[in-house]
Each structure stands twice: as C-alpha cells, then as structure tokens.
Nanobody
C-alpha cells in the first residue's frame, strides 16, 4: 500500500509563493507518474500538474501554466509543486496523486493513490 503525505500549504498574500511537497512510501517510486490536483467545496478535483516517472515530461492545467512548476526527486521519494504569483482563485485544498506506469495522467479517476490534502489560501 502506497501512502502519500502532503505538506507546505498555508496562508499567503496574492503575488506570493508557496512550495508544496508530497512524500511517498512507494518502494519503487520511480515507477510512478505523479500529479497535483486541487479541489474546492462542491467542486470536482481539478488537474493542476503532472510529471512522468523520470521527471523528463511535465504538463500543466491552463490556469497555472507559467506560474507553477512540478518537479520530483526520486532519491527522496518526493514530488514538489512550486507555486509563484499566487492569486486568490488558487485557494483550494491541494492533493498529490501517484499512479503506476510510464504514461502521464490528467484525470483524477486515473490515480490509485492520494494524499490527505493540504490547504492553500491566497488572500487579496
């Protein structure tokens, strides 16, 4: 069973930055693609960013392109999301997901493993 633990959320002013981390217990972490999603009350889980197993491919949701950067350190079993130029509309609970395979996955239902989420609040 894979467990994921997110950290790094908090309260920040508009224009500020946060760095989220997601630590995974997977023994073969490098065999998994990883993604970040966000979800607000009564809303569907929204795709934010994805990275393939090696870190050589990344993709982003349109609302965060140019502001957010996903990365991973396979030696530390950790995925990161650097969030810059934050806006109030980025306020949500952010979740990381892990999915075994060499592809990349942009839909929440494609992921088998999820963390508990970390709250990000951006004040105006």
């Amino acid at each position: 069973q894979v467990q994921l633990v997110e950290s790094g959320g908090g309260l920040v002013q508009a224009g500020g930055s946060l760095r989220l981390s997601c630590a995974a217990s997977a023994r073969t972490f490098s065999n998994y693609a990883a993604g970040w999603f966000r979800q607000g009350p009564g809303k569907e889980r929204e795709f934010v960013a994805v990275i393939n197993w090696s870190g050589g491919y990344t993709d982003y949701g349109n609302s965060v392109k140019g502001r957010f950067t996903i990365s991973r350190d396979n030696a530390k079993n950790t995925v990161y999301l650097q969030m810059n130029s934050l806006k109030p509309e980025d306020t949500d609970v952010y979740y990381c997901g892990l999915q075994y395979g060499t592809s990349v996955y942009r839909r929440a239902y494609e992921y088998d493993y999820w963390g508990q989420g970390t709250q990000v609040t951006v004040s105006s």
